[in-house]
């Protein structure tokens, strides 16, 4: 075993030597092999604050996914109850990506990505509409079940007649009228046309009273799409030039590439290579071959996934702009019930960010750090990212917009959204070869129900604020600020015993 140093030059031959150095760091003592070492999980772990002179709005959560930046660190997995084009649009409009999940056929998941690629920054294009003669109850029903308290009307050519504002509504005593007594009629909205530009739809949104939503008509006055002030009033349009910023997955397969190549042809910004077990041939292969392909595109290559150094080494070295993190973790995940296989999360992303930070202390480009599974909090975002992640990844979390596959296409179960593994029974048997391998039948995953929070703009923005809070009670203006105060301060993480943890919640 090499015991000095990284003195090797193939820093592949080097996993090991970083593993003992981590343990070491954290031990403060060293260890050999044999002995089972003491693994974290996300929430085994919290954060200590620290002095703080800032406000929870100023933390900012830019980064870098390889050559693309990101407004805000989060990527919707590529699963087929969570991304399609829907929820990748609605990602891409707060800064994030959604990686398309990857279809048996290629022509499908293109035409997904085309879709989620013409999307126009922040438009809902397809908001639930009601008709003139549909009664007040109809609306109080959409306002009760989707949450949506904007309800434009519109005849059956499509077009727009006026909007239903619910707070305007006296519901308890009209119940049986019809919504156009109750709706503002088209004449006295404001509105907007088809060619009216991003830029001026969000500077008359920011700065008009009484405006604090702007529906689109096209020369007939058919309805084509409305604005919400809340989503757009903070939009940056020029971030990717313009164009929404979407991802999509890929398998190992040297067939997948030219399913990548008419991706990036179309304008993608991520290319996943979606795998259980990153650390193999045909996995690092793919990620040879898409760096080949993708030359000097703008395109963010992501590979994954893994639990160890090495693969975490071999992949970055492969060319991989990002690595995702995680084998087992995964709130529909049954790996480590089912083969005994697995890492926890929050030990797993500290050891991987310090073999990064000592590998490129040694002028070693390293990939970037995705965190994939068990993310289902921002408190799990926050800790993910002080262990050394620069993004995560979630299922769990983004099955709950309306956005995602499962309430597109299934919507509720009793009040629930469908979230199903991707190595499920139910997964495997639609989709028998998939990315989890040809013939697969043994299950790596569950299916279950999730939580349904309503459409991103409603929940996702106090996600958001929360993980800028987490920042600032340690302090941090940015992600690296925080990741340098928690490895440079004594104490910054605590390990929570369960009496602690139970603390940890409220318990009300
Ligand atoms: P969360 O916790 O965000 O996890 O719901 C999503 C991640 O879980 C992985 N995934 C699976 N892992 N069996 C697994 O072992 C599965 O069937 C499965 N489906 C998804 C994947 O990495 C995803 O991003």
Redo the contacts with the bound molecule.
């Keep these: 075993m090499m015991r000095k140093g990284i003195e090797s030059k193939d820093i592949l031959m080097s996993a090991q030597v970083l593993e003992h150095r981590y343990w070491e760091w954290v031990l403060g003592r060293e260890v050999g092999p044999g002995y089972p070492l003491p693994a974290y999980a996300l929430s085994d772990v919290t954060i200590m604050p620290w002095h703080s002179t800032i406000s929870p709005y100023e933390p900012v959560l830019d980064v870098n996914a390889g050559p693309v930046r990101l407004k805000v660190p989060f990527l919707s ?3 087929d109850t ?1 991304t399609g084009e829907v929820l990748a649009a609605a990602m891409s409009d707060f800064g994030g990506c959604g990686i398309i999940y990857r279809s048996r056929k290629a022509d499908e998941q293109l035409a997904w990505v085309e879709h989620a690629l013409r999307h126009k920054t922040c438009l809902v294009e397809k908001p639930i509409c009601l008709k003139r003669d549909d009664t007040v109850s109809e609306a109080q029903m959409i306002l009760d079940t989707k949450g949506f308290s904007t309800i434009p009307i519109v005849g059956d050519d499509g077009k727009l007649d006026g909007i239903v504002f619910t707070r305007d509504v006296n519901f308890r005593w009209h119940m049986d009228e019809p919504v156009s007594k109750w709706m503002m009629p088209v004449k006295r909205l404001k509105k907007v046309d088809t060619r009216t530009s991003f830029l001026k739809i969000q500077k008359r949104l920011r700065n008009e009273q009484q405006c604090s939503v702007l529906p689109v008509v096209d020369d007939e006055g058919r309805l084509a799409g409305i604005y919400f002030m809340k989503d757009v009033v903070d939009a940056d349009p020029s971030a990717h030039g313009g164009k929404p910023t979407v991802g999509m997955a890929i398998n190992e397969g040297q067939e997948d590439i030219a399913r990548a190549r008419a991706g990036i042809d179309l304008g993608v910004s991520m290319i996943v290579i ?1 795998s ?1 077990h990153g650390n193999c041939i045909p996995v690092i292969e793919q990620v040879k071959r898409l760096r080949e392909m993708v030359g000097s595109k703008k395109v963010c290559i992501v590979a ?2 893994v639990a160890d150094i090495d693969g975490y080494l071999r992949l970055s070295e492969a060319g991989a702009d990002l690595v ?1 993190l ?11 019930e089912g083969t005994g296989v ?1 890492y926890p999360m929050f030990t797993l992303i500290q050891k991987i960010s310090f073999a990064k930070r000592t590998a490129e202390g040694l002028g070693y480009r390293m990939a970037g750090i995705v965190a ?5 909090t921002p408190g799990d975002v926050v800790k993910a990212l002080s262990a050394g992640a620069d993004l995560v ?7 709950a917009a309306s956005e995602s596959i499962s309430y597109v296409k299934f919507g509720l179960k009793d009040g629930k959204v469908i ?6 029974k139910e ?1 495997i048997k639609e989709r028998n070869a998939g990315r ?1 391998g040809k013939g697969k039948r043994a ?4 299916s279950g129900r999730g939580e349904w929070r309503g459409p991103l703009r409603t929940w996702f923005p106090q996600t958001l604020e929360l993980v800028r809070g987490g920042l600032a009670h340690t302090g941090s203006r940015t992600i690296s600020e925080l990741q340098k105060y928690c490895i440079e301060t004594l104490g910054a993480w605590a390990l929570l015993t369960p009496a602690g943890r139970e603390q940890n919640a409220p318990r009300v």
């Design positions: 997995a590529p699963m969570v979606d259980s994954g996934n995702k995680g084998v087992g973790p995964g709130s529909i995940c049954s790996t480590s697995g994939d599974g068990s993310i289902n990844m979630a299922g769990k979390m983004f099955v979230y199903r593994g991707m190595a499920s997964a989890y299950p790596e995953g569950v």
